[in-house]
T-cell receptor, first 109, second 112 residues
Framework: GQNIDQPTEMTATEGAIVQINCTYQ??????LFWYQQHAGEAPTFLSY??LDGLEEKGRFSSFLSRSKGYSYLLLKELQMKDSASYLC??????????WGAGTKLIIKP | SAVISQKPSRDICQRGTSLTIQCQVD?????MFWYRQQPGQSLTLIAT?????????ESGFVIDKFPISRPNLTFSTLTVSNMSPEDSSIYLC?????????FGPGTRLTVL
């Protein structure tokens, strides 16, 4: 079956760094997405990785290892506004997104 | 990116009635998706709607309960029929634009 695993909840301190991990098992693979979702709002696109390695975009970076079925989202210089759920989603061989349950990130001052 | 709007943003409905949710996108897109999200849970795909063809429904979702229209490349509707309290959820429209999915603001539905 197809499966996405990510931690349910994480807590971090304002100004610190946090890494949110995601492992996936899909039938075929065409890339890995990260979305941010604030409470009561729609998900917004953060990043897309299809090749191995690290993609940096400002304070956010995303890493992919296809051989390990593993990705992480790295958030630096955390701000209170980064408190949100972070959704990992893998694109399978049918180009269908398989969604993780999301990681709720709590930022403390 | 694509800009997506949904109407209504929220509604409270009585059991047994139906509600039609509209989704409008500012660009022409081939693929549109309808998702449901229960509180505190991730997204569940209801169906994929391509213009000019019948919608493709995921396991557990049927056309009689969730009829979808896709009359053109910028618009779609999802109807939640014969509603029950279990249908209370957020319904999200999404489009595939330049190989990335973008989401509308969602419709928060409460069924009494």
């Amino acid at each position: 079956g197809q499966n996405i695993d990510q931690p349910t909840e994480m807590t971090a301190t304002e100004g610190a760094i946090v890494q949110i991990n995601c492992t996936y098992q899909t039938s075929g693979f065409n890339g890995l997405f990260w979305y941010q979702q604030h409470a009561g709002e729609a998900p917004t696109f953060l990043s897309y990785n299809v090749l191995d390695g690290l993609e940096e975009k400002g304070r956010f970076s995303s890493f992919l290892s296809r051989s390990k079925g593993y990705s992480y989202l790295l958030l630096k210089e955390l701000q209170m506004k980064d408190s949100a759920s972070y959704l990992c989603a893998a694109l399978d061989s049918n180009y269908q997104l398989i969604w993780g349950a999301g990681t709720k990130l709590i930022i403390k001052p | 990116s694509a800009v997506i709007s949904q109407k209504p943003s929220r509604d409270i409905c009585q059991r047994g009635t139906s509600l039609t949710i509209q989704c409008q996108v500012d660009s022409q897109v081939t693929m549109m998706f309808w998702y449901r999200q229960q509180p505190g849970q991730s997204l569940t795909l209801i169906a994929t709607a391509n213009q000019g063809s019948e919608a493709t429904y995921e396991s557990g979702f049927v056309i009689d309960k969730f009829p979808i229209s896709r009359p053109n490349l910028t618009f779609s509707t999802l109807t939640v029929s014969n509603m029950s309290p279990e249908d209370s959820s957020i319904y999200l429209c999404s489009v595939d634009f330049t190989d990335t999915q973008y989401f509308g603001p969602g419709t928060r539905l409460t069924v009494l």
